[in-house]
């Protein structure tokens, strides 16, 4: 089990939270001109590395707020929780 | 004569809640009704009359509680407070505290009397800390947590609202009423060990 750290309550444990996926996906800026290969990329594309992942938790036992960690997919560490907006 | 029609979620259990254990161990009651209002406040809310509506500063990190007299604000999220306080002497659709806030806050503020969807269960004593991590994996050791500090988390998997009130230490569980017997049965299930 992961142990998410949310910057609000401090370390929990995973089943406390419900997963939100990459971080930083940008609703595009004129949804009305964007193609349908564009629209399905912003919707199911992400990227998939092997290493550190921005991404988006949301503690729903808890706080109930979402925040932004980065995980490392191999390893798991999880490091800098901070709210939605803010960078490291 | 008025007859008060309010039947507490744990009424059936509190024989059986009152018998277990000790001051030398761990002991259970409800505390049922409980005033309980949720503050939600933007962040141009006018805090300082929130602060004379309540008689009290709203504690601003999430799990920290506020008190004065048998008021408590408790810190859930940021701008997002849960307030409770000693039962209404009658059954009454709102309580006025909720109004009062709305009163002072205005539009940046929201105030919901929320008392009907939780009953608390206060679990004291010295095994307390033991019995709730049975099923909590929220650090409760003095060292992480103590007397004014509160937070939701799962206990037997059912959420709650868990407040530390004093070093014997005792603990008030906040938890939904249609979750409250499951709890408070596994509550006196998980203290079979300390109360001999
Ligand atoms: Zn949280």
Same mark, same amino acid.
């Given at each position: 089990m992961l142990y998410i750290p949310c910057p609000w309550c401090g370390p929990r444990d995973e089943t406390e939270f419900r997963y939100g996926g990459e &971080?930083?996906? &940008?609703? =595009? &800026?004129?949804p009305d001109a964007v193609d349908d290969a564009a629209w399905s990329e912003y919707l199911f594309v992400r990227s998939n590395p092997k290493g550190w992942f921005e991404e988006r938790w949301v503690h729903t036992s808890g706080c109930r707020r979402w925040f932004t960690v980065r995980r490392h997919t191999v390893s798991y560490e999880i490091r800098d929780p901070r709210p939605i907006g803010e960078s490291t | 004569m008025t007859v008060d029609v309010r039947r507490s979620p744990l009424a059936e259990l509190a024989g059986e809640l009152a018998a277990v254990g000790g001051p030398g161990s761990v002991r259970f009651a409800e505390r049922p009704f409980r005033v309980q209002v949720e503050l939600r406040a933007a962040a141009d809310a006018p805090v300082s009359r929130l602060y004379e509506a309540l008689a009290l500063m709203l504690p601003r990190g999430v799990g920290y509680v506020a008190s004065t007299g048998d008021r408590d604000a408790l810190c859930?999220? =940021?701008?997002w407070w849960l307030v409770t306080q000693s039962p209404e002497p009658a059954p009454v659709l709102e309580s006025a505290l909720a109004g009062r806030l709305r009163t002072a806050g205005g539009a940046a503020v929201s105030a919901v009397d929320?008392?009907?969807?939780r009953t608390t269960i206060d679990v004291t004593g010295p095994n307390a800390r033991d019995v709730l991590a049975h099923g909590c994996?929220?650090?409760?050791?003095p060292r992480a947590f103590g007397p004014g500090r509160c937070t939701q988390t799962a206990l037997a998997k059912a959420q709650v609202v868990l407040q530390q009130l004093d070093r014997a230490p005792t603990f008030r569980v906040l938890v939904r009423a249609s979750f409250a017997r499951y709890l408070a049965e596994w509550l006196l299930d998980a203290a079979t060990e300390y109360v001999g």
């Open positions: &971080a930083g996906v &940008a609703y =595009p &800026a004129d | 859930l999220a =940021p701008r929320v008392s009907a969807q994996s929220v650090d409760l050791h």
